[in-house]
């Protein structure tokens, strides 16, 4: 009304007609910048912010193993079901069960990941994995976020059918990949560092952030065990794929000895490769025993959150 000098009371007339759209120019577009898309969170944050978004990488494999977003490396026991993840955005649980009878050393059988819902984006989607069982689908058989406008902003697929899936969630700026090799499921996360901090007090155990407890850390003379094999022969086997002697060779020398499996050697190699791809600084890439860090907890994870990033997450939040 306003926009057209037209009277708020008595008839009106509807607005002139637009003259014909110019040759090959399409439909007719708004003057502004288009909208943003509401479930690309990568571009949603380069929009805001002018570059890019962090990352942070978690790992467990192997016994498991323990890679943490903050460079942490522990061989850890966690019988039963322990969360690695736990955020406002994202659940992942790990279930570990001995290696052997009588055996301190796990290994995960099974793992639990939860999308939560969120508004134009994603239906809460359930993924559940075990070993002999790694499905290319989520636990209602579908392959990505459902019917909402950002769906397809949530995907599954694999490239080698009961050993190897790979889930995208670019609504969160997330890859994850599950893997099966020996045994056991190992489980590797590239997630944007807003997503990762966006947790309360009461979600603080998770392995990702702290690592594993003191408690349900192996202790160095429970790691220097022998089993079936010799260390000779544990050290050559896992050289062949890991010539750098860093924390994922010693995993590998541990594991092997442990299970008296060379196959194991495959879990450390493919954990060394999945954090090549998803590690933001390389340098960071082979860590030692001689490396430290300090712990992230609740407190330090949520006190340098980047709020302008978050408050678009929670828009989308129902």
Request: proline fraction near 8%; include cysteine.
């Amino acid at each position: 009304m306003i926009q057209h000098n037209c009277s708020r009371q008595g008839p009106t007339a509807p607005p002139p007609a637009r003259g014909p759209a110019l040759p090959g120019a399409g439909p007719a577009r708004s003057s502004g910048p288009p909208a943003p898309d509401p479930c690309d969170y990568e571009g949603q944050f380069s929009r805001l912010h002018g570059r890019p978004p962090g990352f942070l990488h978690c790992a467990s494999f192997g016994d498991p193993h323990v890679r943490s977003f903050h460079h942490h490396f522990h061989t850890c026991r966690v019988q039963g079901a322990w969360p690695l993840l736990d955020n406002d955005f994202l659940f992942v649980q790990a279930t570990s069960s001995p290696v052997a009878s009588g055996a301190n050393a796990t290994a995960t059988r099974k793992l639990t990941i939860i999308f939560k819902n969120m508004q134009e984006c994603i239906d809460q989607k359930v993924y559940q994995a075990e070993v002999d069982n790694l499905p290319a689908a989520f636990e209602d058989g579908s392959i990505n976020g459902g019917d909402r406008p950002g769906g397809s902003s949530l995907s599954i697929g694999t490239a080698n059918p009961g050993n190897h899936v790979e889930i995208r969630a670019a609504y969160i700026g997330t890859t994850i990949i599950i893997r099966q090799t020996a045994g056991q499921l190992s489980f590797s996360i590239k997630v944007a560092e807003d997503v990762a901090r966006a947790f309360s007090a009461e979600q603080d155990l998770q392995l990702c952030v702290g690592g594993c407890p003191p408690s349900q850390r192996l202790s160095r003379s429970e790691r220097s065990r022998r089993g079936a094999l010799t260390i000779d022969t544990a050290r050559r086997l896992c050289k062949e794929g890991l010539p750098v002697e860093d924390a994922y060779f010693h995993s590998c020398v541990f594991d092997v000895l442990i299970s008296g499996d060379p196959n194991f050697t495959v879990a450390a190699q493919a954990a060394l490769e999945d954090a090549r791809a998803f590690l933001p600084d390389l340098e960071k890439l082979h860590l030692f025993p001689s490396d430290a860090g300090v712990p992230l907890s609740s407190g330090t994870l949520l006190a340098p959150l980047i709020w302008s990033g978050l408050f678009v997450l929670w828009l989308c939040i129902q």
